[in-house]
């Protein structure tokens, strides 16, 4: 056996996160790991790479028992992990970002060789079939390419483990594909163990030799990946038969349903064609794509983070001089697609940040801001949203990755927004949590919000909206109103290229 973990304990600050956890894995196997948010699943993969040296249990490499007290005691035995959030260095490029930490010395002591650099991490991306911009930096590539550059970063080592968390949360469709196929081949090719964390089960299923399940920081089962199915696993990981506890949005549900909460005329970035969106107030606009159409764009050009010309009107308001503080101010948030880079604060309590955006607002009204409504807010939102644990003071940072994507949502609609715009709103929500941040953000639509959703699930695009617009090549190619549309439909008028009807 490659890896077997047995009995793996952890707690922090004497709370019980890993409850006697057994995990196992085969050479060339893929085995996935799935759980409801806040299960474990990371903190048991953070524990393989060697993050938390007061963890209790045994952990055994080819047989051999070992004790991973640091980073370091996992990476020479060939065990690299992706984790769920990103630790890539924004400001270096792309090649500098793979070849972290084994650079190619120059001529001159002390500098780096960027050009075999470049070469080296080029052929490391070729090698797995992935094409990526060598020289931009990272900051500038949306999330897809940002997952790609550090999944070459990590087979770039010698690596005989290889641990995924949540690798597809924030991949488009194709992306998926592709990554899959690495996977695959690492596996049956290089005969590299994969552990593979997802919230998606149909992929896990297709994808996966076994499947171990985690409830509550212990282990329910493992089995075959084959003797699921995705109603079978989702039963068992929440532990209990998931209601569907949707309450269907009556179209127009505000009670001025005509008036406008986003207009939007001749938005132009960097000289592309201009769009024209408006949505009412109480309607939920998809916004559907494919990678690279330009949907985070456009929802960054909104707020003013992205320079464009054109007018935006927000509740009848023109917005001049677009930025994102004065969008807040107007009444238009944005929760972004990368929640750790320009989302959260992340040192910060949930209550600081759930109150943060509301704060203008109850100052406005109360005069004073008393920390008893501050509480009640916070705690009105978690319970909501279903935020676990349920505790006001608890560090984002400390949050599972799941749970820290629901602040995101729960300080958006805190701030009572006239518009939201919501990017990949359910990133890493596991099924029974997601039903329930549907709800939320009908609700907020009901309460006269006007929404739009970006999203790579086209179940559900088609589930919330009362219409979808399709974006292909920066330009929006079409608009529909659900009824109107199956699956299949749309799929076809995402792919379809601008200016053939
Ligand atoms: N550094 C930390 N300090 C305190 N508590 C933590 C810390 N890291 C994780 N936890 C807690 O441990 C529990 C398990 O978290 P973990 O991140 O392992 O869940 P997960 O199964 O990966 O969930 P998700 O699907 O949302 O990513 C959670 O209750 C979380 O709040
Ligand atoms: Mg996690």
Redesign the pocket.
């Given at each position: 056996m490659l890896l077997e973990m047995r009995d793996i304990r952890k707690s922090?600050s004497g709370v019980q996160?890993l409850r006697g956890v057994d995990f196992s894995l085969k050479a060339g196997e893929i085995h996935a790991l799935v759980?409801h948010?806040?299960?474990?699943?990371?903190?048991l993969m953070k524990v393989l790479g060697g993050n938390y040296a007061d963890y209790d249990g045994e952990v055994r490499l080819d047989g051999e028992e070992v004790r991973l007290g640091a980073p370091r005691d996992a990476l020479q035995r060939g065990v690299a992990i992706i984790y769920?959030d990103f630790s890539l260095v924004p400001d270096l490029t792309v090649a500098e970002n793979i070849a972290l930490g084994r650079e190619p010395r120059g001529r001159l002591s002390g500098t780096i060789a960027y050009g075999r650099l470049r070469d080296r991490s080029k052929q490391e991306a070729e090698r797995l079939g992935i094409a990526l911009p060598m020289d931009m930096p990272v900051r500038r590539l949306g999330v897809g390419a940002q997952q790609m550059t550090e999944i070459v970063r990590a087979c770039s080592q010698d690596v005989r483990i290889l641990v995924m968390d949540?690798p597809t949360a924030r991949l488009a469709p194709a992306e998926r594909e592709l990554l899959f196929a690495t996977m695959r081949r690492m596996a049956a090719e290089q005969q590299v163990g994969i552990v593979y964390i997802s919230?998606f089960l149909d992929e896990v299923r297709r994808l996966a030799d076994r499947i171990t399940i985690m409830r509550d920081g212990a282990v329910v089962e493992t089995g075959a990946g084959s003797s699921y199915t995705v109603d079978s696993l989702a039963k068992l990981l929440v532990g209990h038969e998931i209601v569907a506890s949707l309450r269907p949005t009556q179209a127009g549900g505000a009670a001025d349903g005509a008036r406008e909460a986003l207009n939007v005329r001749g938005l132009s970035i960097h000289g592309r064609p201009p769009i024209d969106l408006s949505i009412r107030r109480g309607e939920i606009v998809g916004l559907a794509g494919l990678v690279g159409s330009g949907r985070t764009r456009f929802a960054r050009a909104l707020i003013g983070d992205v320079r464009s010309a054109g007018r935006v009107e927000v509740g009848g308001r023109l917005m001049k001089r677009r930025n994102p503080e004065r969008a807040t101010r107007y009444g238009l948030v944005l929760t972004p697609e990368d929640r750790k880079a320009s989302g959260l604060a992340l040192t910060s309590s949930v209550e600081a940040n759930i109150v943060a955006s509301a704060l203008g607002k109850l100052l406005a009204t109360a005069g004073i801001v008393h920390p008893g409504s501050r509480a009640r807010m916070a705690l009105d939102m978690i319970q909501r949203f279903a935020i676990?644990?349920p505790a006001r003071k608890k560090i984002v940072g400390?949050?599972?990755?799941?749970?820290a994507q629901k602040v995101l949502l729960a300080r958006a609609v805190a701030s009572r927004p006239k518009v939201m715009v919501l990017d990949q709103p359910t990133a890493?929500v596991?099924i029974g949590a997601k039903a329930e941040l549907h709800n939320q953000i009908r609700l907020a639509a009901q309460q006269g919000a006007g929404i739009l959703v970006i999203s790579d699930d086209l179940d559900e695009l088609l589930d919330l909206s009362d219409r979808i617009v399709v974006m292909t090549a920066g330009a929006m190619s079409g608009s529909f109103r659900k009824a109107e549309l199956t699956r299949a439909s749309l799929l076809a008028n995402m792919s379809r290229l601008p200016g053939r009807a």
């Open positions: 922090f996160v759980g948010n806040g299960a474990g699943k990371s903190t769920q949540e919230h676990r644990p400390q949050l599972s990755g799941g749970n890493g596991d």
